[in-house]
């Protein structure tokens, strides 16, 4: 069964520390949505990607973060630096003219 | 407005209720809409979707839509405890960008 992979799985560390969140989307999959989860806002849009070129980042905040996918294969979201506020879990997912599929998320604590 | 509003629960139930989940939405573009689970400390899952108005059974589950009152319905017969996660909704136009509800958070009780 194919299936979105999310590294790393927990992350924990002081504020003003970049972070790299790193995903990995099903293997022919052409759209790659990044998403952030918290218990207040839900699960919010960050940004998405197709065909590796970012489509929308406009959930994102630009100061800080940035989204890039160096291949097909792999895509990554960075924060720096990061704040506590940034503390949430943040979910990758991939489609391809379909619903997306996501993986377990990064779950991101800023201290 | 937000595009999506669902009802966060929690809602308990025993075990072989029948259980309504719905959303309402605003954007009249929306034309297919999905349904995810989400179990605590793992991503959304996709359960089932359905395209335009009407409805789409799958086991135990069904979903409903109805675009003229822009409501969303997913049905659970015989719930089981398993079953208790939470749901999404999350219409879209085009599989471009999906607009996720807040969740219901569903306790099927033993």
């Known amino acids: 069964d194919a299936r979105v992979t999310q590294t790393p799985r927990h992350k924990v560390t002081e504020m003003g520390q970049e972070v790299t969140m790193r995903c990995q989307p099903i293997?022919?999959?052409?759209?790659v949505f990044w998403y952030r989860q918290t218990m207040m806002q839900g699960l919010e849009l960050l940004a998405y990607?197709?065909?590796?070129?970012?489509?929308?980042d406009s959930g994102m905040p630009k100061d800080r973060f940035s989204a890039e996918m160096p291949d097909a294969t792999l895509a990554t979201l960075k924060i720096q630096p990061s704040e506590p506020r940034d503390s949430a879990v943040y979910f990758c997912?991939?489609?391809?003219?379909?619903?997306?599929?996501f993986g377990d998320g990064t779950r991101l604590s800023i201290l | 407005q937000k595009e999506v509003e669902q009802d966060p629960g929690p809602l308990s139930v025993p075990e072989g209720a029948i259980v309504s989940l719905n959303c309402t939405y605003s954007?009249?573009?929306?034309?297919?809409f999905m349904w995810y689970r989400q179990y605590s400390r793992k991503g959304p899952e996709l359960l089932m979707y359905?395209?335009?108005?009407g409805n789409k059974e799958d086991g135990r589950f069904t979903a409903q839509v109805d675009k003229s009152s822009k409501y969303i319905s997913l049905f659970i017969r015989d719930s089981q405890p398993s079953d208790s996660a939470t749901y999404l909704c999350?219409?879209?136009?085009?599989?471009?960008?999906?607009?996720f509800g807040s969740g219901t958070k569903l306790n099927v009780k033993p």
């Open positions: 359905t395209y335009s108005s």
């Open positions: 293997l022919g999959h052409n759209t």
């Open positions: 997912a991939s489609g391809y003219s379909q619903p997306q599929h």
């Open positions: 954007n009249s573009a929306f034309q297919y």
């Open positions: 999350a219409p879209t136009s085009n599989f471009n960008k999906f607009y």
């Open positions: 990607f197709r065909n590796r070129a970012p489509l929308d």
